[in-house]
């Protein structure tokens, strides 16, 4: 008899382990960073390089061609560099691929970084994901389900943490910000704009501007332009 689906204690057990634990948060640490930072990568080809979100939707897309270069070399490399390797290149590769993509002039860069960014992250995933299955022999799923929430959290926690982080870390390019060129005046109306309850104003009525301001403009204005500015409140700025 398989007994009861479901025992909570299993998952006491699972996190009671100092290697379980390890491997979860290395799992959901795994998901932030790589994962965390792709809703911004769209923006970031589409501001500062001018590409449609087509192309970048096909750059970003060579993602899948590192996950597919991983399915040739992982038999290959596995007895050379072993696990601890695969997780060690896996993590400098995926780190490095984001912090040069923040470096480049020029949008042919990201072919090669993304395909990077693919190898990089199976290489470090793999390990991962083929060590969750042996976290609890005798109840797999649900290891499996505990490794699988991790990544999810984790890729959900990321993507907020760089919503905060993005912006101030780019402040010189500024390439995820949408802003109105403003002054120090035209911020204090705005700011009294914002206050006004938003009645009757639909969605559809939002919209916001691109042009990257300079000049005064630049310093006048600290990225605080970030948010979307109902026409209601245009004519007070």
Same mark, same amino acid.
């Given at each position: 008899?398989?007994?009861?689906?479901?025992?909570?204690?299993?998952?006491?057990?699972?996190?009671?382990?100092?290697?379980?634990?390890?491997?979860?948060?290395?799992?959901?640490a795994e998901g932030a960073v790589t994962t965390g930072a792709f809703p911004f990568l769209a923006p970031f080809l589409h501001?500062?390089?001018?590409?449609?979100?087509?192309?970048? /939707?096909?750059?970003? !897309?060579?993602? /899948?061609?590192?996950?597919?270069?991983?399915?040739?070399?992982?038999?290959?490399?596995?007895?050379r560099m072993g696990e601890p390797?695969?997780?060690?290149?896996? !993590?400098?590769?995926?780190?490095? %691929?984001l912090v040069l993509a923040t470096l480049l002039r020029g949008w042919i860069g990201f072919i090669a970084l993304e395909t990077v960014l693919g190898l990089g992250y199976y290489l470090l995933h793999g390990v991962l994901q083929a060590r969750a299955t042996e976290l609890l022999p005798h109840a797999r799923s649900t290891a499996m389900a505990s490794f699988a929430f991790m990544l999810f959290l984790g890729q959900s926690v990321g993507a907020l943490v760089f919503?905060?982080?993005v912006p101030a870390s780019f402040q010189p390019r500024?390439?995820?910000?949408?802003?109105?060129p403003a002054t120090a005046n035209m911020l204090n109306q705005f700011d009294a704009c914002r206050r006004r309850p938003y009645a009757g104003i639909s969605f559809s009525a939002l919209s916001h501007t691109?042009?990257?301001?300079?000049?005064?403009?630049?310093s006048a204005l600290?990225?605080? /332009?970030?948010?979307?500015?109902?026409? %209601?409140c245009r004519s007070a700025t």
């Open positions: 008899h398989p007994g009861p689906l479901f025992k909570p204690g299993n998952y006491l057990t699972l996190t009671a382990r100092p290697a379980s634990r390890l491997l979860l948060l290395a799992t959901a501001q500062d390089f001018g590409l449609s979100y087509g192309a970048a /939707g096909a750059l970003l !897309g060579l993602f /899948g061609v590192g996950a597919f270069l991983y399915t040739r070399v992982a038999t290959p490399l596995l007895p390797g695969f997780i060690l290149v896996g !993590g400098v590769m995926i780190v490095l %691929s919503a905060l982080v500024m390439p995820f910000c949408q802003i109105r691109t042009r990257t301001p300079t000049g005064s403009d630049a600290n990225c605080i /332009g970030c948010v979307t500015v109902p026409r %209601s």
